[in-house]
């Protein structure tokens, strides 16, 4: 497959806006233009396509120019290539009056499944990464076999009194050098309990600083600085105590999806899996409920009190769409459909069980069901297929992919060891406050 020019100045165009504009200011066209050495009218026929398509978005006045319509971590390579370029099949079986003879259809077939696996995983976000980190990656581990560089992480390892803590969205290779895999809280409680010293977080950053806030004294580290949850990000400690203001009579309720900040303004803070617990654990008749909206809805219908919820929510699992889990069941009649509460509302009423990641893990093994179609991020089917190898794990044909959580390799785990970056560091007064959050979360039964 040959990419053609209008996909390439596109991207380009498209990186340029969020490197400029930092995905807030318009950027004028003009400007992309020339910095990028293309046409001004050529980028203006693609940017109509890509308006169309809701990924830019134009603004007028002196100040005018283009802006980001989504977050970076939501425009996919495979997005912008299926809007560019004509078709991105690399061999085209059905043209071919050999399709039913022919030796090679499996090999096309599959090529085909990779490349739209690899374009439909890979954001703008991740794209303007790879050139920052080019160079990072670049010293004396270039030349290493994945089994040495393995076991180089494993040295390491020892020597620094460090555990690795991996999150069940990560990426294969990283689940498998895992100390310990699981969920957020489940390993953070952990974190806590262990002996070492040094503690690897492979995850995104609210987990790391969870982790930190519940043990202080450890050094946490996070091998990607860079991978946020951009639904944590979706709310701000004061954006929370406007909210408060607001109605001073309600008690808050956090997600464990949220920076140690807003952890720090809560009541009690939650998880998937205790979220109704947690507040119904509250006195309160009023509750608020941040970040996201979609687990605020559920929580809602599982409790009889009055729920305020916040706008956020988790782009992964907002892009699972009913139609797409209907299609699942036509194809699978007789799998049962499990999904994550942070889905769609119209998602979670289809579902025979709703539940977090390591409900999911334990439903899978203890079950007798022996086809599940799994509504949440595709890292975790990898586990659920290796500790289930006689039952089968679909996911929606769009797999859901966190960018974020793919951000860390076997590179980064690697010097994170060596250099001890990126250390996780929290105000003291914020530990003390978002503890008592989240111990309380504990002490539910
Ligand atoms: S899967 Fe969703 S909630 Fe989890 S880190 Fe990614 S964006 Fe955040």
């Known amino acids: ?60 006045g002196v100040k ?6 989504k977050r970076p971590e939501e425009i996919y390579l495979g997005d912008i290539l299926r ?14 009056d050999r399709m039913d003879r022919c030796i090679c259809k499996v090999c096309w077939d599959n090529l085909g499944k990779i490349i739209t696996n690899f ?58 050098i895992a100390d310990y895999l699981g969920d957020s809280l489940a390993l953070s409680r952990l974190a806590s309990k262990l002996p070492q010293s040094i503690i690897v977080f492979c995850g995104v950053k609210f987990m790391a600083e969870s982790a930190k806030v519940l043990s202080p004294e450890k050094t946490v580290l996070l091998p990607r600085l860079d991978a946020g949850c ?38 009690i803070c939650c998880t998937s899996a205790n979220a109704v617990k947690a507040v119904k654990s509250l006195k309160s008749k009023r509750i608020i409920f941040v970040p996201d909206k979609n687990l605020a809805n559920y929580v809602a219908e599982q409790t009889k009190k009055e729920i ?60 007798i069901i022996k086809e599940f179609i799994v509504g949440t991020e595709e890292g975790l089917v990898h586990r659920l297929g290796k500790e289930n190898p006689g039952k089968k794990f679909y996911l929606p044909s769009r797999k859901p992919i966190c960018s974020n959580m793919k951000k860390t390799h076997l590179e980064d785990l690697y010097y994170s060891l060596r250099d001890l970056k990126f250390k996780i560091e929290i105000d003291k007064t914020i530990i003390k406050k978002a503890k008592r959050a989240l111990k309380k979360m504990i002490a539910i039964k």
């Open 1 to 60: 497959m040959r990419l053609s020019t209008r996909s390439r100045y596109s991207i380009r165009a498209l990186l340029d806006i969020l490197m400029n504009g930092g995905g807030v200011r318009p950027v004028p066209l003009s400007k992309v233009a020339e910095r990028q050495e293309v046409s001004e009218k050529y980028l203006e026929q693609l940017f109509i396509i890509l308006k169309k398509a809701h990924i830019v978005k134009a603004a007028r």
């Open 64 to 69: 005018g120019g283009y802006i980001l319509a």
């Open 83 to 96: 809007l560019t370029e004509l078709d991105v099949t690399p061999v085209k079986c059905t043209e071919c």
């Open 119 to 176: 374009i439909d995983s890979i954001t703008l976000s991740d794209i303007n990464q790879m050139s920052i980190t080019m160079d990072e990656r670049k010293g004396p581990i270039e030349d290493l076999t994945t089994i040495e560089l393995k076991e180089e992480i494993k040295r390491l390892k020892r020597e620094r009194d460090a555990v690795i803590l991996v999150h069940n969205y990560q990426r294969p290779e990283i689940q498998e």
């Open 230 to 267: 951009p639904m944590a990000d979706m709310i701000t400690a004061e954006e929370l105590k406007e909210m408060k203001k607001e109605y001073p009579k309600a008690k808050v309720v956090c997600y464990v999806n949220t920076s140690a900040d807003v952890k720090a303004e809560s009541d």
């Open 308 to 367: 305020i919820s916040w706008h956020g929510y988790c782009y992964v699992h907002e892009f699972i769409t009913l139609s797409d889990i209907k299609e699942q069941k036509r194809l699978h009649p007789d799998a049962r459909v499990m999904v994550h509460p942070e889905t769609r509302p119209e998602v979670v009423k289809v579902a025979d069980y709703v539940l977090g990641t390591m409900g999911m893990v334990n439903l899978a093994k203890k079950s």
